[in-house]
C-alpha cells in the first residue's frame, strides 16, 4: 500500500535499503509519522503511531472513521479543480485572445480577464457548491492568478517564443493556480483560528492543500503563513479522484482499525505506548540541519540529544535514519549499531537542501554481515 499523502522526507525510495534489516516485530511503533511511507509498506497487524503535527494526525483520524461530509468534501475538492481545468481548456482560445491583447492595452486585456471568468461564475456556482465557499472571493482568486500568470507568460514569450500548445497550458496553470491559492489561503485561515471549520472540513482542505504543493514542502512567510506555490503544470491533469478513492478503500480501513494515533511530543508518545522487546520503533525525525522544521515547529539539537537518550533506553528495537552530521555521530557511538548510505533528495526549495547527502541507519541491535 503507497502513503496517502506527500510530506517531506519521504521514505518510499529507500524501504529497498532497510527492509532486510527490519527485525520480526509483534507490534509496529513510529513516533515522527509523516506520510508513513514503511507503515502502509508493512501493514502490520498492530501499530501505534503519532505526530505533532494537528492537521496530519487529525486527516488520519478521519481516514480512520471517515464522515459523509468528509467524503462529499474531499470529492467536491476534487471535482472543482477537474471543472477549473476543463473550463479553461475549453476556452483554450479566449485565453490565447486575452494574451495578445494583454500586448495591445492591457486596461482592456484586464476588463475582458474578468468578463470571461464572469462568464463561468453560473457554471462554478454549481461545481463548488458542496464547499460552501464566498464565490466572488474565489473568482477573484482566479483573475489574479490568471492576470499574474498572462503577465509573466507574455514576458517570457517575448524573450523566447513558446509553441500555441506550451502557451495554452501556462494560462491553464494560472487558473489551476488560483484554485490552488484560494484554498491554501483558507488553510492559513484555519491555522490563525480563523472561521469555524468542521473536522471534516480542515482535514479535506489540508489534504488538497498538501496534495497539489509544489514537492510537498513545507515553508512559511514572516508572519507564519504557509506560502508553498502551486505545483505547476505537470499538476493539472493530476487524477485526484482516483487519489479520494484510495482513502476509502476497505483495506485501508481494516489497517487503521487496527492502529492507535496520537499527536505529541515523541518523548511522551513512547512513555504512553510503553514500547516492550517485541516491539519494533522505526524513526525517521527531522534532520540536524537548518531545514528541519517542516511544519513550522524547529526539532533543535536539544531534542535530538533527547530522542538518542530515549533510544538507548528503549526496551524495543528499532531502526533510525538520520542525515549524517559531526552532532548525530557523537549521539549514536557506544552502544549503537550505524551503518551509513547515499541518499537522493527530490526537490530542493531554493538550494537549501543538498541533492545528495550522506545518511545513517542506526539500530539497537546487530545484523549479520
Given at each position: 500500500m503507497k502513503p496517502l499523502l506527500k510530506w517531506p522526507g519521504g521514505k518510499s525510495r529507500e524501504i529497498a535499503r532497510f527492509?532486510?534489516?527490519?527485525p520480526p516485530f509483534a507490534r509496529y511503533i513510529e513516533p515522527f509519522f509523516g506520510g508513513g511511507a514503511l507503515y502502509f509498506h508493512l501493514m502490520p497487524e498492530q501499530a501505534a503511531i503519532n505526530d505533532v503535527s494537528r492537521d496530519l494526525?487529525?486527516?488520519y483520524?478521519?481516514?480512520?472513521?471517515?464522515t459523509a461530509e468528509f467524503e462529499a468534501l474531499l470529492r467536491a475538492y476534487a471535482a472543482g479543480f477537474d471543472g477549473v481545468v476543463a473550463l479553461a481548456g475549453q476556452h483554450r482560445s479566449a485565453l490565447l485572445c486575452l494574451l495578445t491583447r494583454l500586448s495591445e492595452d492591457p486596461d482592456i486585456a484586464r476588463s475582458e480577464t474578468t468578463a470571461l471568468l464572469t462568464s463561468w461564475r453560473e457554471h462554478l456556482s454549481v461545481l463548488l457548491s458542496p464547499l460552501c465557499l464566498d464565490l466572488d472571493a474565489f473568482l477573484q482568486a482566479l483573475e489574479r492568478a490568471l492576470w499574474d500568470k498572462l503577465r509573466r507568460t507574455a514576458h517570457n514569450h517575448s524573450k523566447k517564443p513558446f509553441s500555441r500548445t506550451d502557451l495554452e497550458e501556462n494560462l491553464i496553470t494560472g487558473l489551476a493556480s488560483g484554485y490552488y491559492l484560494f484554498f491554501r489561503d483558507l488553510y492559513n485561515q484555519y491555522a490563525a483560528g480563523l472561521g469555524d471549520p468542521s473536522p471534516a472540513q480542515r482535514a479535506a482542505n489540508f489534504y488538497f492543500v498538501r496534495e497539489m504543493c509544489y514537492g510537498a514542502m513545507f515553508r512559511y512567510n514572516a508572519k507564519g503563513e504557509f506560502n508553498i506555490p502551486y505545483g505547476g503544470m505537470s499538476y493539472n491533469h493530476k487524477n485526484l479522484t482516483a487519489k479520494v478513492d484510495a482513502l476509502f478503500q476497505?483495506?485501508?480501513?481494516?489497517?487503521l482499525s487496527r492502529t492507535s494515533l496520537s499527536c505529541m511530543d515523541f518523548e511522551a508518545f513512547l512513555a504512553a505506548v510503553q514500547p516492550t522487546e517485541?516491539?519494533?520503533?522505526f524513526l525517521d525525525p527531522p534532520y540536524d540541519t537548518e531545514f528541519s522544521d517542516y511544519e513550522g515547529?524547529?526539532?533543535t539539537?536539544?531534542?535530538?540529544?533527547?530522542?538518542?537518550?530515549?533510544?538507548?533506553?528503549?526496551?524495543?528495537?528499532?531502526?533510525?535514519?538520520?542525515?549524517?552530521?559531526?552532532?548525530?555521530?557523537?549521539?549514536?557511538?557506544?552502544?549503537?549499531?550505524?551503518?551509513k548510505f547515499d541518499k537522493q533528495y527530490a526537490y530542493n526549495v531554493r538550494s537549501r537542501?543538498?541533492?545528495?547527502?550522506?545518511?545513517?541507519?542506526?539500530?539497537n541491535y546487530s545484523l549479520p554481515l
Open positions: 527492509y532486510g534489516m527490519i494526525m487529525d486527516f483520524r478521519m481516514v480512520q472513521q471517515p476497505p483495506e485501508l480501513q481494516a489497517l517485541e516491539d519494533f520503533l515547529a524547529a526539532f539539537k536539544l531534542d535530538q540529544a533527547r530522542l538518542a537518550v530515549a533510544l538507548s533506553r528503549t526496551p524495543a528495537k528499532f531502526l533510525l535514519i538520520i542525515k549524517n552530521t559531526d552532532f548525530i555521530q557523537g549521539l549514536y557511538g557506544q552502544g549503537f549499531h550505524v551503518w537542501n543538498d541533492r545528495s547527502a550522506e545518511h545513517l541507519i542506526v539500530t
